[in-house]
């Protein structure tokens, strides 16, 4: 199936578009379409939520915009790149170098300290670390006197701000999180999502983030709601009120 043309959306204003954005997966005789054709732009400099009931794409629209997952048809877009039409090599290197990625689970290497884990992937890359911006997210994470110990020696909080840190160092165009907060304690969760909204403000950082709280989506400029695969819903300057009526509504 051919891709659609995408929208002329401007490149300066978005980090991310999506166009027309369907992924069916097999399921013998009923295939189901987990995306059905969104159309969803994502601005820089800003943090939005996605959100909707168990089911509805929200993974899976992650996974394709991050480049984990290749959608069945349609366009998406990190800059003024089109990620359908790169192969496995160049897709693995625009996700180390454009791309940050904070998950419920930490994924930090245990045998690492806080420092190396956060530095990884740039000597991965063999990419020099900007000290002025490396001091600014440790600054305000909170990590300066945990730098030299290991992941077993820290927290839950504590190993998720490691993760933030990681994925803020590098300066990537977009910041996916996946439930950030879904193994933490109300306390270190607001704590993580004030260092995202954080890195909006102070470091212009774009966060995209699926969430399933609207506590956390509270913290967000704008939520995107999905249901069946489809966008549905689209609230700037939420309340985590206003996020509970709308999931609500969708699941009513």
Not at 62 to 84: I, K, Q
Not at 114 to 132: E, K, T
Not at 143 to 167: E, F, I, N, T
């Amino acid at each position: 199936m051919p891709t659609p043309p995408a929208p002329p959306e401007s490149p300066t204003r978005y980090a991310v578009v999506a166009h027309a954005l369907t992924k069916v997966y097999p399921a013998g005789d009923a295939p189901v379409r987990a995306l059905d054709g969104v159309d969803v732009a994502f601005a820089r400099g800003a943090f939005t939520a996605i959100m909707g009931p168990s089911g509805s794409g929200k993974s899976t629209l992650m996974h394709c915009m991050a480049g984990l997952d290749a959608p069945t048809s349609g366009s998406v877009r990190l800059g003024a790149t089109e990620l359908t039409e790169l192969d496995d090599k160049r897709l693995t290197l625009l996700r180390r170098d454009r791309i940050g990625f904070v998950f419920q689970s930490f994924n930090l290497l245990p045998m690492l300290t806080a420092r190396q884990n956060i530095l990884l992937p740039a000597q991965i890359a063999g990419r020099a670390v900007d000290s002025d911006r490396f001091a600014h997210v440790v600054r305000v994470t909170g990590l300066a006197d945990r730098l030299d110990h290991r992941p077993a020696k820290l927290s839950g909080g504590q190993q998720q701000r490691v993760a933030v840190a990681r994925a803020l160092v590098g300066a990537p165009e977009v910041v996916y999180a996946d439930e950030p907060t879904g193994n933490l304690d109300s306390r270190s969760g607001a704590e993580i999502l004030s260092f995202l909204r954080d890195s909006v403000r102070d470091l212009g950082q774009t966060i995209v983030m699926v969430t399933h709280d609207p506590i956390a989506a509270s913290y967000a400029d704008r939520v995107v709601f999905l249901r069946d695969g489809r966008l549905v819903d689209d609230v700037d300057h939420p309340t985590a009120q206003a996020v509970l009526d709308r999931l609500a509504a969708l699941e009513g």
